[in-house]
């Protein structure tokens, strides 16, 4: 069952029922101001940091769900009802909302009048942008009023929620026409304040949410847009929140439009008045001015569009498919832009408020967007190497507003240096700027122990041989890639944090993963001091590899596929010896991108006994057979029921290191077919199952041994996205970016018989053209000339190449 449609020349999703199976939401912002919303309105806002810089209320794990976010209503001659259909559920003639590249637009249509909200934040903009626009269709003339609502958070997402014997007495506003400032703590140590303000003169206004609602009554019953007059309340602690009221004369087939502007604002401390008491809102003022037509809000919204367009040039397909098509031309990219603003930050699954920006996350995001943004790559490659420590390992999080390391986490997750690497050669393969690896970086964010960003990877590419187990395999630490795998922390506490409990200590646990990992990582390291001349380091790093590869084709293998680890006593973990979680998908495809059991025909066994043992019409579970009961030595994976999560759950981040070890055997179709299990638009039929939205990736989707196989729970916010992209664009599609030159070798079902990559990078661009069979085997030809191998040299910036492929 579907609940809407893709709208393709609009790069949009058509949202047509209010009831979808769960809220579908969108993310407005590009630079420092987001903003979550769902096809009914819900969500928030905030100031570079969900937690510490929230503008708006949300109520996670509310009933009803998603009540809250921004409210305009309508009371047509006593009439109640919003054209986002909540929160009051007055049934609608006509309802729409179209979720697009950086806004959101939510019409209703009920008795003659159509009542239509464009949401956006303009680029380099602090603020979001509400164009209302009300239309009479009837032939009569209309007298309506027209109430917005938003409830302001107290700044801190986290204390907002718990410290309310302060917090209910601190709420401060000032109304200045038709502007209202929201400027709780502002008096003390902040500088910072929010305006909420119309373009528009008001027939009243709302400040007090008690007096909006009234006492105990739902957002559905609110007494204020249900009386048709408003209450000109001025909050004074309790809950503070912003609301104006529009009286408004429609001729018959008349419409008028309004704009609302929520803006996020600073000060300098020394100029914080106007006078003793009044707030210093010049900046604010100026903000409600650049707003203060429709027309300046259209220009804005243009621009926005335009920015998608320049954004979104730089990979495109045009195949017979257009699933695949939007897939990578539209939805996968704009996600993975979401997921670069966002980490795992704040989505409706992630509060915000507690994990930051991960070292992990943000290197393994940075593949999926480093072409779209490589200077905003480059910043982030240089703020997430400063939260390494000297030994090479890292903080696992750091915050967006501070850049620092989050000090309630730490380190000791053992993976995380590895992926610093794979993160900076994908930005000097996009780039060819080597000069970044002479940047001068700190270690632990102290610039007295500054060293260059080549310093920082060689002490990435240190740590796993310098943290070697029994077997001379990395040690696992706290954790590797899968936070639920816990083989140093004996957890029988409840509440315990699995992660941070380390309550045993042998250097024992191993980890096959981080193994196959520095396989596969390694070369790039390698590589990378070779072009600087460096060959004695190449030639000591491609020595560790090679070792490497020995040691995990002798102790990883089980027989039938690689070990997932040893724990804590020296046990197998994922071997057919154990009674529960004999096989894992992790160590699988990255032991074949790692090139280890190339030659003597172990890599085709481990993914012939993934799709034997982990593969669903959903896609491939993390492990098998799901574990039944609490395994202490394990942790948390065993927490969860069979299923569910890291307990044979399907990960969808994991499964295109599947697809990918597929497409580097030559295995065109299986790889194509993991592909399609889990994209979201080749699973939008069963919306119903899957119940998240049908235009981006989950984290997870419930695997075979769940009581609801199929169901997908996290979205937006997970490294799938990148690592999907990487999957379609660079292997299945088959046109990646190597140091010298564009890679193209096409490993892509026969259904995709011909198609066309435009791929821009370096300045140039290249069109390239594939006529596909669905074989392994391509012959090039650049621009009529066959040449030797799949590697295009790099063009000049300015030149245009035409690549023609044959597989």
């Given at each position: 069952?579907?609940?809407?449609?893709?709208?393709d020349?609009?790069?949009e999703?058509?949202?047509?029922t209010?009831h979808?199976?769960?809220?579908w939401?969108n993310y407005?912002?590009?630079?420092?101001f987001?903003s979550?919303?769902?096809?009914t309105?819900?969500g928030?806002?905030?100031?570079?940091?969900?937690k510490?810089?929230?503008?708006?209320?949300y109520?996670?794990n509310?009933?009803p769900?998603d009540d809250g976010?921004?409210?305009f209503t309508i009371?047509?001659?006593g009439?109640v009802?919003?054209?986002?259909y909540r929160?009051?559920k007055?049934e609608?003639?006509?309802f729409?909302t179209?979720?697009?590249l950086?806004y959101?637009?939510?019409?209703g249509?009920?008795?003659g009048?159509?009542?239509s909200?464009?949401?956006?934040v303009p680029?380099?903009?602090?603020a979001e942008?509400?164009?209302?626009t009300?239309?009479?269709?009837?032939d009569?003339?209309?007298?309506v009023?027209?109430?917005?609502?938003?409830?302001?958070c107290l700044?801190?997402?986290?204390?907002?929620?718990t410290n309310?014997?302060?917090n209910?007495s601190i709420?401060?506003?000032?109304?200045?026409?038709?502007a209202i400032?929201?400027?709780t703590?502002?008096?003390?140590?902040?500088?910072?304040?929010?305006?909420?303000g119309?373009n528009a003169?008001v027939?009243?206004?709302?400040?007090?949410?008690?007096?909006f609602?009234?006492?105990?009554n739902?957002?559905?019953e609110?007494?204020?847009p249900?009386?048709?007059?408003?209450g000109?309340?001025?909050?004074?602690?309790?809950y503070?929140i912003g609301?104006?009221?529009?009286?408004?004369?429609?001729?018959?087939g008349?419409?008028k439009?309004?704009?609302f502007t929520l803006?996020?604002?600073?000060?300098?401390?020394e100029d914080?008045?106007?006078?003793?008491g009044?707030a210093?809102?010049?900046?604010a003022?100026?903000l409600l001015?650049?707003f203060a037509?429709s027309?300046?809000a259209?220009a804005?919204?243009?621009r926005?569009q335009?920015?998608?367009?320049?954004?979104?040039?730089?990979?495109?397909?045009s195949?017979p498919?257009?699933r695949?098509d939007r897939s990578v031309?539209i939805?996968?990219?704009?996600?993975?832009?979401?997921?670069?603003?966002?980490?795992r930050?704040a989505?409706?699954f992630?509060t915000g408020?507690?994990?930051g920006?991960?070292?992990?996350?943000?290197?393994?995001?940075?593949?999926?967007?480093v072409?779209?943004v490589?200077?905003?790559?480059r910043?982030r490659?240089?703020d997430?190497?400063?939260?390494?420590?000297?030994?090479?390992s890292?903080?696992?999080q750091y915050?967006?507003?501070t850049k620092?390391?989050?000090?309630?986490?730490g380190s000791?997750?053992?993976?995380?240096p590895?992926w610093?690497?794979?993160?900076v050669?994908?930005?000097?393969k996009e780039?060819?700027?080597?000069a970044?690896l002479?940047?001068?970086?700190?270690?632990?964010?102290?610039?007295?122990q500054a060293?260059t960003?080549?310093?920082?990877?060689?002490?990435?590419?240190?740590?796993?041989?310098?943290k070697?187990?029994?077997?001379g395999?990395?040690?696992?630490?706290r954790?590797?890639?899968n936070?639920?795998?816990?083989?140093?922390?004996?957890?029988?506490e409840p509440?315990?944090s699995?992660?941070?409990t380390g309550?045993?200590t042998g250097?024992v646990?191993?980890?096959?993963?981080?193994a196959?990992?520095?396989c596969a990582i390694g070369?790039?390291?390698?590589e990378?001091?070779?072009?600087?001349?460096?060959?004695?380091?190449?030639?000591?790093?491609?020595?560790?590899?090679?070792?490497?590869?020995?040691?995990?084709?002798e102790h990883g293998?089980d027989?039938?596929?690689?070990?997932?680890a040893y724990?804590?006593?020296?046990?197998?973990v994922?071997?057919a010896?154990?009674a529960e979680?004999?096989i894992w998908?992790?160590?699988?495809?990255w032991?074949?991108?790692?090139g280890v059991?190339l030659?003597d025909?172990k890599?085709?066994?481990?993914?012939d006994?993934v799709?034997e043992r982990?593969?669903?019409?959903?896609?491939?579970?993390?492990?098998n057979?799901a574990?039944?009961?609490?395994h202490?030595?394990?942790?948390?994976v065993t927490?969860y029921p069979p299923g569910?999560k890291?307990?044979?759950g399907i990960f969808c981040?994991?499964?295109?290191?599947?697809?990918?070890g597929?497409?580097?055997?030559?295995?065109?179709e299986?790889?194509?077919?993991?592909?399609?299990q889990i994209?979201?638009?080749?699973?939008e039929?069963?919306?119903?199952?899957?119940?998240?939205?049908p235009?981006?990736?989950a984290q997870?989707?419930?695997g075979?041994?769940?009581v609801?196989?199929?169901?997908?729970?996290n979205?937006w916010?997970?490294g799938?996205?990148s690592?999907?992209?990487?999957?379609?664009?660079?292997?299945l599609?088959g046109v990646?970016p190597?140091y010298?030159g564009l890679?193209v070798e096409?490993?892509?079902g026969a259904?995709?018989?011909?198609?066309?990559?435009t791929?821009?990078i370096?300045?140039?661009?290249?069109v390239?053209?594939?006529t596909n069979?669905?074989g392994?085997?391509?012959?090039?030809?650049?621009?009529?000339?066959?040449?030797a191998?799949?590697v295009?040299?790099?063009?000049?910036?300015?030149s245009?190449v035409?690549v023609?492929?044959?597989?």
């Open positions: 069952m579907k609940y809407g449609h893709f709208d020349a609009a790069r999703y058509v949202i047509t209010p979808t199976p769960y809220p939401i407005l912002g590009t630079q420092e987001f979550l919303v769902s096809h309105g819900g928030y806002a905030f100031y570079r940091d969900a510490l810089r929230r503008l708006t209320r109520r996670y509310n009933t769900v976010g921004r409210i009371n047509d001659g009439d009802w919003s054209p986002s929160p009051y007055t609608l003639d006509h729409e179209r979720h697009g950086g959101t637009q939510i019409t249509t009920r008795n009048l159509e009542a909200v464009l949401m956006f680029v380099d903009t602090n942008i509400h164009h209302v009300l239309t009479n269709t009837t009569a003339a209309k007298q009023s027209l109430f917005s609502f938003v409830e302001f700044w801190n997402a986290e204390d907002d929620q309310y014997q302060r209910l709420g401060e506003v000032q109304v200045d026409g038709s400032y929201h400027l703590e502002y008096r003390e140590r902040r500088n910072h304040y929010a305006a909420y119309v003169p027939a009243g206004f709302d400040t007090d949410r008690d007096t609602l009234g006492l105990g739902g957002f559905h609110a007494a204020v249900h009386a048709g007059v408003s000109n309340s001025v909050a004074s602690g309790w503070p609301s104006h009221h529009l009286s408004v004369e429609l001729a018959p008349e419409s439009r309004y704009v803006g996020y604002l600073e000060n300098d401390p914080k008045w106007e006078a003793p009044v210093n809102t010049a900046g003022r100026a001015e650049r037509t027309d300046a259209d804005e919204f243009s926005l335009e920015y998608w367009d320049d954004l979104l040039g730089s990979y495109t397909v195949s498919d257009d695949l031309n939805w996968n990219q704009y996600q993975c832009m979401v997921t670069y603003n966002m980490s930050s989505s409706y992630e408020m507690g994990r920006m991960g070292f992990r996350d943000s290197s393994q995001d940075l593949l999926g967007f072409h779209l490589p200077e905003r790559a910043e490659i240089l997430i190497a400063a939260t390494q420590f000297p030994d090479g890292a903080y696992h915050q967006p507003l620092r390391g989050n000090h309630a986490l000791g997750f053992n993976d995380d590895l610093l690497i794979l993160g050669a994908a930005y000097i780039t060819g700027d080597e970044i002479d940047e001068m970086v700190p270690f632990d964010n102290d610039d007295t060293d960003l080549m310093e920082h990877l060689r002490r990435s590419f240190n740590h796993p041989l310098d070697a187990g029994p077997h395999l990395p040690l696992i630490g954790a590797d890639w936070d639920c795998l816990n083989l140093n922390c004996f957890s029988t509440g315990e699995f992660q941070t309550n045993r250097g646990a191993e980890s096959i993963m981080i196959a990992m520095f070369p790039e390291y390698a990378l001091a070779r072009r600087r001349g460096d060959t004695a380091e190449a030639e000591r790093a491609d020595a560790a590899v090679a070792q490497m590869r020995e040691v995990t084709a293998w027989g039938q596929w690689f070990l997932r724990d804590y006593f020296g046990d197998k994922g071997s010896q154990n979680g004999q998908i992790e160590p699988q495809g032991a074949v991108m790692g059991g030659d025909g890599a085709v066994a481990a993914l006994s799709h982990l593969n669903t019409d959903h896609g491939i579970v993390l492990l057979p574990y039944t009961e609490y202490v030595e394990l942790g948390e927490s569910y890291e307990n044979a981040h994991n499964n295109p290191w599947i697809i990918i597929e497409a580097l055997l030559g295995r065109s299986q790889a194509w077919q993991y592909w399609k994209a979201p638009a080749y699973r039929e069963q919306s119903e199952v899957h119940r998240l939205e235009y981006v990736y997870m989707i419930a075979k041994d769940a609801r196989h199929g169901e997908a729970k979205s916010l997970t799938t996205a690592w999907n992209f990487v999957a379609v664009s660079q292997y599609l990646r190597g010298d890679i096409p490993r892509i259904d995709i018989g011909v198609y066309t990559v791929r821009v370096r300045g140039a661009t290249y390239i053209t594939v069979s669905g392994a085997d391509a012959v090039v030809t650049v621009d009529g000339e066959t040449i191998g799949t295009v040299p790099y063009a000049p910036a300015g245009t035409q023609e492929v044959t597989v």
